[in-house]
């Protein structure tokens, strides 16, 4: 059975910690994408890649970094930088935006990130 | 840089009330989606609209495409209690992404 596996649905960090989240899509797409949704918002890109070993910033990246070196694969990393991560992190896959036969984007049920 | 809004950003009705939801774009949009999320759930793909003007139903949902591609809607008749949660929009630009809309809450009281 196809789809998009977050893991863990909930995580906390303690100050000063680096913390990653794991998202794997056995769906054969190419592109992948990290939102952050915070409580009654809308979803906010953070990064985004179309293939593998390539990505791009989204609107909030700061804070945040993810690789690529899986089809598979696209773990989102939340670094100490991040001075308030406490959100709703959803992954999703689909294949790549703008092409003329484009597929809805496929989410993960999602893990929720708090601050110790 | 690229945004859209979404009205209302709440509404509650009565079960059998219909409703509706707006999307605006500051820019021509390629396509839009539509995404449904229960409360605690995650976005679930409804429908995507490609063409200017384009109509599209599902049962009791209609969506529409705007003639200049810069706005969308999306009509639910005669609500049901199955139909809360939070609809949002996700338009390209033919960009290598989706802008997704503030999103509408709905809450349907029996």
């Not at chain 1, 000063?16 to 979803?43: F, I, K």
């Not at chain 2, 969308?72 to 939070?86: E, K, M, N, P, R």
């Amino acid at each position: 059975d196809g789809g998009i596996t977050q893991s863990p649905k909930y995580l906390f960090r303690k100050e000063g910690q680096n913390v990653t989240l794991s998202c794997e899509q056995n769906l054969n797409h190419d592109a992948m994408y990290w939102y952050r949704q915070d409580p009654g918002q809308g979803l906010r890109l953070i990064y985004y890649s179309q293939i593998v070993n390539d990505f791009q910033k989204g609107d909030i990246a700061e804070g945040y970094s993810v690789s690529r070196e899986k089809k598979e694969s696209f773990p989102l990393t939340v670094t100490s930088a991040q001075k308030n991560p406490t959100a709703f992190y959803l992954c999703a896959s689909s294949t790549p935006a703008g092409q003329r036969n484009n597929q809805p984007q496929h989410f993960g049920d999602g893990t929720r990130l708090s601050i110790l | 840089g690229q945004q859209v809004m979404q009205i209302p950003q709440y509404q509650h009705v009565q079960e059998g009330e219909d409703f509706t939801t707006y999307c605006n774009s500051s820019t021509t949009l390629s396509n839009i989606q539509w995404y449904k999320q229960r409360p605690g759930g995650h976005p679930v793909f409804l429908i995507q609209l490609v063409k200017s003007g384009e109509v599209k139903k599902q049962k009791r949902l209609t969506f529409q495409f705007g003639e200049a591609k810069k706005n969308s809607s999306l009509h639910i008749t005669a609500t049901q209690t199955t139909d809360v949660g939070t609809y949002f929009c996700a338009g390209t630009s033919g960009t290598y992404k989706y802008i997704f809309g503030t999103g509408t809450r709905l809450k349907v009281l029996a």
